[in-house]
């Protein structure tokens, strides 16, 4: 059964520091992994996805590495500040067991503090 | 603008009453599904939809109900089987569900919170 771990759940940085969220899962297995960011009593946003082919995306500020053999994502955030602060949560979609759905992991909880 | 609209933004449920969460997209989408989020757990999926008049049970359903008539639209209703149902509730879409494109890159709505007096 393919479960997703992020680590740590909780991150607080001062703004201009460069952070590294980390995501883990079990199988994989994977058509793809995606990083949406939740602002408190908000719906998510997708910030980047990564095809199980792909090893890394870059948006702006964010990248977002994939090892696929190690089960291992990283979310890159380069000069944080204090609008970065929200949860963040990946999720992958696993390429077996005929069931299409992703699959969360309980997110990362960052403040970034002026 | 195109998105997904859920209402209402907060309810409050009497024990034995069924309560109806509304969601709507106008982005064209084929799929959608309902998530449910508790503190400190991820998203789980409670049902989700390919195509209109079909849907599937996710992997928490029990206590919970879905109709997909048209496009557009998603309800998902909380019955009173369900033994636990105060959480957050997110309903998403995508272009088509599955698969290995992005077309299954999910847009979700802004949430409805359900809490049980």
Redesign the interface.
Same mark, same amino acid.
């Given at each position: 059964k393919q479960e997703v771990t992020q680590i740590p759940a909780a991150l607080s940085v001062p703004e201009g520091e460069n952070l590294v969220l980390n995501c883990s899962f079990t199988d994989s297995a994977i058509y793809n992994l995606q990083w949406f960011r939740q602002d408190p009593g908000k719906g998510l946003t997708s910030l980047l996805l990564i095809q199980s082919s792909q090893r890394e995306q870059t948006s702006g500020r964010l990248n977002a590495s994939l090892d696929k053999s190690s089960g291992r994502s990283t979310l890159y955030i380069a000069a944080s500040q204090p609008g970065d602060s929200a949860t963040y949560l990946c999720a992958v979609r696993p390429s077996s067991g005929g069931y299409n759905k992703l699959i969360f992991g309980a997110g990362t909880r960052l403040a970034v503090h002026p | 603008d195109g998105g997904?609209t859920?209402s209402p933004k907060y309810l409050f449920r009497k024990e034995g009453q069924n309560v109806t969460l509304s969601c709507e997209q106008n982005l064209n989408h084929d799929a959608m599904?309902w998530y449910r989020q508790d503190p400190?757990? +991820? &998203? *789980? &999926?409670i049902y989700?939809s390919?195509i209109v008049n079909d849907f599937q049970k %996710?992997?928490i359903a029990e206590g919970y109900s879905v109709s997909r008539e048209k496009k557009e639209s998603f309800p998902l209703t909380v019955t009173s089987a369900q033994k636990n149902p105060t959480a @957050?509730y &997110?309903c /998403?879409s995508s272009i088509v569900?599955? +698969? /290995?494109t +992005?077309a299954?890159?999910?847009? @979700? +709505? /802004? %949430?409805s *919170?359900l809490t049980v007096l």
């Open positions: - | 997904i859920q599904y400190g757990q +991820g &998203l *789980r &999926l989700y390919q %996710g992997d @957050f &997110l /998403a569900a599955g +698969g /290995a +992005g299954n890159v999910l847009t @979700f +709505g /802004a %949430g *919170r």
